[in-house]
């Protein structure tokens, strides 16, 4: 025989809710809205198990459970109470009236069901069994006088012990939720200072660009007039001793750093838009090698790929980007007492591959993260562009710059770092082949 449970709470919503639970679960249910209703209603189903709200119109369920436990019929049949309450008053008052078992609301429905499975299975006991007579407590200054006997007692306080344990769950886990929330806010938070901080920089960066490109613009003429007395003197001067001849080659390695250093700040400044055109990048290479000095003690070799597919690019950025890949290479070795420059072009995966490697001193992983960054150099020449501006215009092209280096290893960011080399560094330009060009060729 299904055991039959009476529902007794004013929320119509509630009730509901509780009644399809139940009914779920096997239980015949009875509803009843008030206290009054819920004592008539009990004399009249004898349920096996109460399930009662405190706060009720007419009569709230202390009230309702008090007559139950007076009535002879029904004097045995156990309460639980569910109320919003949680102050230890409630709890002496459930004492005083009688009330078996107690869960606070909101309530979990495992918890519920758990609790009415416990009742249920309890032997019933008969009016008076268990008793010792009256217990007299003194809480909050006042006597209570409670008569519910030793089993009750022990349920009802096991039952608020289950309630204390219960939000106590709660609450950590309540707070643990709002430290990961406080994480991710943290999180969120360096995220947007992060973004503030390169808005910053981008806007400094954007006004030294074009206070760059103005000097850049200014100082070319005079630089051009420069250079060209210095190539008339040499012209002239052929018979000059070597202390002169030796003066004249430091001022035209002086120029051509001046001006690399000009051609660096108006193509930061300006961006790079290239004029793509049919090429090859062989010719790039001996273009850019012809106009870069380059010290006798660097011995250059290079491996040049015969039959390689053409580009489609701007030859005179992609010759920029190859005198800046040479002449890093060649500071970079500034300080050997001697050095190798090996420069190789060949196709691989739909690209045209320029790798420059050198024997210098290698790039740390600490300066490998910051390579790209406007303005950064380790170098006591330049003003840290060359890379910026290389990297801004193989981009351009659809390519990708790669760095090898005995020091660096893997790891994400503007540049792409392959294995490991013993010493040296060494940069790989992939620019895409032409689409066009057939495959077997």
Same mark, same amino acid.
């Given at each position: 025989?299904?055991?039959?449970?009476?529902?007794?709470?004013?929320?119509?919503?509630?009730?509901?809710?509780?009644?399809?639970?139940?009914?779920?679960?096997?239980?015949?249910?009875?509803?009843?809205?008030? !206290?009054?209703?819920?004592?008539?209603?009990?004399?009249?189903?004898?349920?096996?198990?109460?399930?009662?709200?405190?706060?009720?119109?007419?009569?709230?369920?202390?009230?309702?459970?008090? *007559?139950?436990?007076?009535?002879?019929?029904?004097?045995?049949?156990?309460?639980?109470?569910?109320?919003?309450?949680?102050?230890?008053?409630?709890?002496?008052?459930?004492?005083?009236?009688?009330?078996?078992?107690?869960?606070?609301?909101?309530?979990?429905?495992?918890?519920?069901?758990?609790?009415?499975?416990?009742?249920?299975?309890?032997?019933?006991?008969?009016? !008076?069994?268990?008793?010792?007579?009256?217990?007299?407590?003194?809480?909050?200054?006042?006597?209570?006088?409670?008569?519910?006997?030793?089993?009750?007692?022990?349920?009802?306080?096991?039952?608020?012990?289950?309630?204390?344990?219960?939000?106590?769950?709660?609450?950590?886990?309540?707070?643990?939720?709002?430290?990961?929330?406080?994480?991710?806010?943290?999180?969120?938070?360096?995220?947007?200072?992060?973004?503030?901080?390169?808005?910053?920089?981008?806007?400094?960066?954007?006004?030294?660009?074009?206070?760059?490109?103005?000097?850049?613009?200014?100082?070319?003429?005079?630089?051009?007039?420069?250079?060209?007395?210095?190539?008339?003197?040499?012209?002239?001067?052929?018979?000059?001793?070597?202390?002169?001849?030796?003066?004249?080659?430091?001022?035209?390695?002086?120029?051509?750093?001046?001006?690399?250093?000009?051609?660096?700040?108006?193509?930061? *400044?300006?961006?790079?838009?290239?004029?793509?055109?049919?090429?090859?990048?062989?010719?790039?290479?001996?273009?850019?090698?012809?106009?870069?000095?380059?010290?006798?003690?660097?011995?250059?070799?290079?491996?040049? !790929?015969?039959?390689?597919?053409?580009?489609?690019?701007?030859?005179?950025?992609?010759?920029?980007?190859?005198?800046?890949?040479?002449?890093? *290479?060649?500071?970079?070795?500034?300080?050997?007492?001697?050095?190798?420059?090996?420069?190789?072009?060949?196709?691989?995966? !739909?690209?045209?591959?320029?790798?420059?490697?050198?024997?210098?001193?290698?790039?740390?992983?600490?300066?490998?993260?910051?390579?790209?960054?406007?303005?950064?150099?380790?170098?006591?020449?330049?003003?840290?562009?060359?890379?910026?501006?290389?990297?801004?215009?193989?981009?351009?092209?659809?390519?990708?710059?790669?760095?090898?280096?005995?020091?660096?290893?893997?790891?994400?960011?503007?540049?792409?770092?392959?294995?490991?080399?013993?010493?040296?560094? *060494?940069?790989?330009?992939?620019?895409?082949?032409?689409?066009?060009?057939?495959?077997?060729?």
């Amino acid at each position: 025989m299904n055991k039959r449970i009476l529902i007794v709470e004013d929320s119509l919503t509630q009730a509901a809710k509780l009644r399809e639970l139940l009914q779920e679960y096997g239980y015949q249910v009875t509803v009843a809205n008030n !206290g009054q209703e819920g004592f008539a209603a009990a004399r009249e189903c004898r349920p096996n198990l109460i399930i009662t709200d405190i706060i009720m119109p007419v009569m709230d369920g202390y009230e309702m459970c008090q *007559a139950i436990k007076h009535d002879e019929a029904l004097g045995d049949t156990p309460v639980i109470m569910l109320t919003v309450l949680s102050d230890t008053e409630d709890v002496i008052r459930a004492l005083r009236a009688g009330v078996d078992y107690y869960l606070t609301k909101p309530y979990y429905e495992n918890l519920l069901l758990a609790r009415v499975e416990s009742a249920l299975a309890e032997p019933v006991r008969q009016k !008076g069994e268990g008793s010792e007579g009256r217990l007299e407590v003194t809480f909050g200054g006042e006597r209570h006088i409670i008569t519910s006997d030793r089993q009750q007692v022990l349920n009802l306080l096991l039952s608020t012990y289950d309630n204390a344990v219960q939000q106590n769950r709660e609450l950590i886990e309540t707070q643990r939720e709002l430290q990961k929330l406080n994480e991710q806010l943290a999180g969120k938070v360096r995220e947007l200072e992060e973004v503030q901080d390169k808005l910053l920089r981008a806007e400094r960066l954007a006004t030294i660009g074009q206070l760059g490109a103005s000097v850049g613009h200014e100082l070319r003429h005079p630089l051009s007039v420069i250079s060209n007395s210095v190539y008339y003197l040499n012209m002239r001067l052929e018979d000059a001793d070597e202390k002169l001849k030796k003066h004249l080659m430091i001022m035209e390695r002086e120029i051509a750093v001046i001006n690399k250093i000009i051609s660096d700040l108006l193509g930061f *400044a300006r961006g790079v838009k290239p004029t793509l055109r049919r090429t090859q990048v062989n010719d790039i290479v001996q273009d850019a090698l012809s106009r870069t000095t380059v010290p006798e003690k660097v011995m250059v070799v290079t491996e040049l !790929g015969e039959g390689l597919p053409p580009l489609m690019a701007d030859p005179t950025q992609i010759e920029q980007v190859f005198i800046n890949m040479i002449s890093n *290479a060649v500071q970079a070795m500034s300080n050997e007492e001697e050095g190798k420059l090996e420069i190789t072009t060949r196709a691989e995966d !739909g690209f045209v591959v320029t790798e420059f490697k050198d024997t210098g001193c290698g790039i740390s992983e600490r300066n490998t993260k910051r390579l790209f960054e406007p303005f950064f150099t380790t170098k006591t020449k330049g003003i840290g562009l060359g890379l910026v501006v290389s990297k801004r215009i193989v981009e351009a092209h659809g390519g990708s710059i790669e760095l090898e280096s005995p020091s660096t290893g893997p790891r994400a960011g503007p540049v792409e770092v392959m294995g490991e080399m013993e010493r040296g560094a *060494a940069f790989r330009v992939k620019l895409p082949i032409l689409i066009s060009w057939p495959s077997n060729s």
